[in-house]
């Protein structure tokens, strides 16, 4: 088979099991292959190491890199069609190792179903509070986590919410992963100059209503998003937090004013994501009694009335997983918790602040997910604890 017929089908393959990347990794006698399905990495049939240097040429063409350059990272993107895929845009990502050139592949289907705020896993008390703070003409929205914890596809479902003919939206991005009609999407570019910090001053200047920055970086960005929150943009974008109390502090460390966070951050969102229970093949299940008890130490409120796991089919290639779905806590800042900021009181103390103003606790929507059905105790666990 030729390369152009082997790429082909490992990306087509790729699009029908959902991954979300491939990973093409040189080794001293194989080419590796690696699917990420679910956000974990799966073994697929390795390559002969002879097709290596084919393999690596041909994604370069397709994405439009340089193919007589070995020693330097490279990264381009390209669009394919196929039978029961729909059009896909691929993000390629070069990078020389010991062993050869290791090739990562994003896939970025064209039309994702997934920017809805239900079909994320929000519960509706906390989607109630963010369609109103998402509502307003102003105000800082921040989605907070870790790398891989779905924050990106969080904006994408809050900027669709605002996205209309009567609202001007202005995203930064780096990178533009997918493309909204009716919304003006700026790709950050280093070497231009273009950051995310001269982008939204730049932004600021076409007259927005919504601004949306794919990631709060630095004290230059973050204080540019905080003021323009506060005089009249509805702000949107990430902080690298574990959770949406922490947030606040990690803004003061960003050197942002505690009146300026007092007075413009309307919301926080934390989150991560887990597995969702494959529905082909649900089932009751005990907990064993070591996750009862590591359950019983995490969860004040205790512990589900109803486990569940996927006994494993083809439809999920045997793992007893399919799809993933987030787990949530939505921080809507009251009174008590703006006066503590200014206080700059400690995260512990804005925690308890926090849940006295009504905030769900993450770990509490995730055991809410376990009884009913949505996910694993042992996947509440790996992520949270």
């Keep these: 088979m030729a390369i152009t017929e082997i790429i082909d089908e490992l990306v087509a393959r790729a699009a029908r099991e959902r991954a979300s990347d491939i990973h093409l990794v040189p080794e001293a006698d194989r080419l590796r292959v690696r699917l990420r399905i679910d956000g974990l990495l799966q073994e697929e049939p390795s390559l002969p190491m002879s097709l290596h240097p084919e393999a690596i040429a041909r994604l370069k063409i397709m994405a439009g890199l340089r193919t007589d350059e070995h020693q330097a990272a490279q990264d381009g993107r390209f669009r394919t069609t196929g039978a029961g895929i729909g059009t896909i845009d691929v993000r390629v990502a070069i990078a020389p190792t010991h062993h050869g050139e290791n090739a990562v592949l994003r896939l970025l289907p064209e039309k994702p179903d997934e920017f809805d705020l239900g079909a994320l896993g929000v519960s509706a008390t906390d989607r109630g509070l963010i369609e109103r703070a998402a509502g307003k003409s102003h105000g800082l929205i921040l989605a907070t986590g870790p790398t891989g914890s779905g924050k990106t596809t969080t904006l994408y479902a809050l900027t669709a919410l605002r996205n209309s003919a009567s609202t001007a939206v202005t995203t930064i991005e780096d990178p533009v992963e997918y493309a909204i009609g009716g919304v003006t999407q700026i790709p950050v570019n280093a070497r231009s ?62 050197k942002v004013e505690p009146y300026l966070i007092a007075t413009a951050v309307s919301l926080v969102i934390g989150q991560r994501l887990v597995r969702r229970i494959c529905a082909e093949c649900r089932e009751p299940v005990e907990p064993s009694a070591a996750e009862r008890e ?54 512990s103390d804005l925690r308890l602040l926090a849940e006295l103003e009504g905030l769900t606790p993450m770990l509490t929507d995730g055991l809410t997910k376990v009884e009913g059905g949505v996910t694993t105790v042992e996947e509440i666990l790996r992520t949270l604890s």
Excluded: S, W
């Excluded at 076409?206 to 003021?227: N, S, Y």
């Excluded at 997983?321 to 800042?333: I, K, N, P, S």
């Design 193 to 254: 100059g273009l950051t995310f910090a001269t982008g939204l001053r730049a932004v600021l200047r076409q007259d927005p209503d919504v601004i949306m920055v794919g990631e709060v970086r630095d004290a230059e960005t973050a204080g540019l998003a905080a003021g323009a929150a506060l005089t009249g943009h509805l702000v949107l974008t990430t902080l690298h937090t574990n959770d949406a109390v922490t947030a606040l502090p990690r803004l003061l460390d960003l």
């Design 294 to 347: 590591r359950l019983a130490e995490l969860a004040a409120t205790g512990v589900p009335n109803a486990f569940f796991r996927g006994r494993g089919c083809d439809k999920c290639r045997g793992t007893g997983y399919r799809g993933r779905v987030g787990l949530y806590e939505v921080l809507a800042l009251g009174d008590d918790l703006r006066d503590a900021i200014l206080r700059k009181a400690p995260a």
